[in-house]
């Protein structure tokens, strides 16, 4: 008989399930020191939890833990800043944060059962250096706008010439260079800033 070809088989999500001693200690511990939020108990006392990361949910299910060469890598907007949250909570850090040659910059951290869980966020400077070269171009931005670029050039670890670069090469491939966590960055910078016009603003714009 022959093999079948291989199905081209759509998967936009996937679940990982832990199994934990004590779920509402373990969902608590998750929700409380981790970062998560909970979506579910299943039974009194629960045997199954569902929580949240983003958009990412995963299960904890009651049994007897198994942690030996078991991990659950989530990629997230900002590896550093969840860091610092879990540290503070005095989550085990098993390793710290560092860029790694595999293009992301990531630290790992146990939970109350043993198992391994790591964080990480992509570095997009990773690969062969680009060489280019710059050219002046006579800019001039509202100045609302340029003081929201410099906070948010700051706020990225970048230059501001890096940081238009960035968004410009996305908007011409019709995408955007930021995270969700990100955006929300940016949408209190617009708040401090005092900028109150939407994107197509510029068109109205007159210099006084």
């Given amino acids: 008989m022959p093999t079948p070809a291989v199905p081209d088989i759509e998967c936009e999500q996937i679940h990982p399930a832990l199994v934990v001693s004590d779920v509402r200690a373990a969902a608590d511990f998750y929700t409380t020191k981790l970062g998560f939020w909970l979506a579910f108990t299943w039974g009194d006392p629960p045997s199954m939890a569902g929580l949240n990361l983003g958009n990412v949910q995963m ?31 005095g ?58 670029l410099h906070d948010l050039a700051e706020h990225k670890r970048m230059s ?24 929300k960055h940016i949408e209190a910078l617009k708040k401090k800033h005092g900028i109150d016009y939407d994107s197509h603003a510029s068109y109205r714009f007159v210099e006084t």
């Fill in 59 to 89: 299960f904890l299910e009651r049994g007897t833990p198994n942690p030996n060469g078991y991990a659950v890598y989530f990629v997230v907007g900002n590896a550093d800043e969840l860091y610092e949250f879990q540290r503070a909570n």
């Fill in 91 to 148: 989550v085990e850090i098993v390793q710290e944060p560092g860029d790694r040659e595999y293009g992301i910059r990531d630290y790992r951290v146990r939970d109350l059962d043993g198992y391994e869980l790591a964080f990480g966020h992509h570095l997009f400077n990773a690969g062969e250096p680009i060489e280019i070269e710059r050219v002046d171009v006579p800019v001039r931005l509202e100045k609302r706008l340029a003081a929201l």
């Fill in 160 to 183: 501001v010439n890096s940081c238009l670069e960035e968004t410009l090469l996305h908007t011409l491939e019709g995408v955007g260079p930021h995270t969700k966590s990100q955006l």
